[in-house]
């Protein structure tokens, strides 16, 4: 058969991380969706819909069906060897939150078989889904809304696959650390916003926290280190062929200094390579 360029997103992720969420998203984007499909069944699956003139296919493939997943790796090779568009999306979330997860909805986890506690049959199922983890763009929901998720999903269809992304990341450490980072930088020794009330209710995209924050020469110092440092390593990333590198910048609350540092390196950065800009802490 003749192979369209059919664009194919592999979703998988931790039960309870937003599956479902990005599913919809990827929906409303004019994909067509299937859910928990063996992966065994993932190469005849994909040729069928590419024959029938599918050009957007999206595919869950997750520990719902552990017993297939060990055959996982030869088959999604096969697809990259054909040539197809094939990106995968890992979701995942720290085990607080999942437990808290399945209390809320009452569910069951689909490997606790009666016979594990919830907390254990998410460790076995990070240990299952290992494999596809380390390949994937993953996305940590811990602390997400479900917009935040569907706006993260649609960035993460509308990206140019052939180019390295680089994905900055601000977040607060009083809400955990962001599972999903490949770098994390810690901006809490940085002069602090919070302290001067006129400040507190802004955030580090607000001229006057900008300017609060550029007149301190330690902003400066960190942000050139930082640069320097990326500047160095991120070529080896793209010689490594690596798809996404996640730069996370930290302060206490997520609000002046991480957004501040992180929307920095993104004009930095944008101007030479593929960038995404996140915002964790803010659900506006």
């Not at 069906?65 to 096969?78: C, D, G, I, M, R």
């Not at 990341?169 to 994390?184: I, M, R, T, Y």
């Not at 730069?247 to 593929?274: M, P």
Request: net charge negative; with cysteine.
């Amino acid at each position: 058969m003749v192979w369209r360029r059919q664009q194919v997103v592999l979703l998988s992720g931790l039960s309870g991380a937003g599956k479902s969420v990005a599913i919809k998203a990827l929906e409303d984007l004019g994909y067509f969706c299937i859910d928990n499909l063996p992966a065994p069944l993932l190469p005849q699956t994909v040729a069928m819909l590419d024959e029938d003139g599918y050009p957007r296919v999206a595919i869950a493939i997750d520990a719902r069906s552990a017993l297939n997943l060990s055959s996982f790796p030869q088959h999604y090779e096969a697809l990259v060897e054909l040539g197809l568009d094939v990106h995968l999306l890992y979701l995942e979330a720290n085990d607080e939150m999942l437990v808290k997860r399945f209390s809320e909805t009452r569910r069951s986890h689909p490997l606790a078989n009666g016979e594990r506690t919830v907390s254990e049959a998410i460790e076995l199922e990070r240990e299952v889904l290992a494999y596809f983890a380390e390949l994937s763009h993953r996305i940590d929901t811990s602390g997400l809304s479900a917009n935040q998720l569907r706006a993260w999903v649609r960035e993460f269809v509308a990206l140019d696959r052939s180019k390295l992304t680089l994905v900055v990341q601000s977040f607060g450490f009083k809400h955990g650390l962001p599972l999903d980072a490949d770098f994390v930088f810690d901006v809490r020794c940085l002069a602090n916003p919070h302290y001067d009330p006129v400040l507190r209710p802004l955030t580090g995209k607000d001229q006057p926290v900008i300017d609060f924050l550029e007149r301190q020469p330690q902003v400066g110092r960190y942000l050139t280190h930082v640069l320097g440092f990326l500047e160095r390593w991120l070529p080896e990333f793209d010689r490594d062929n690596r798809s996404y590198v996640t730069v996370a910048i930290g302060c206490t609350g997520g609000q002046h200094r991480s957004v501040y540092l992180a929307e920095q390196l993104y004009k930095h950065f944008s101007k030479q390579r593929q960038v995404l800009v996140r915002h964790r802490e803010q659900h506006g």
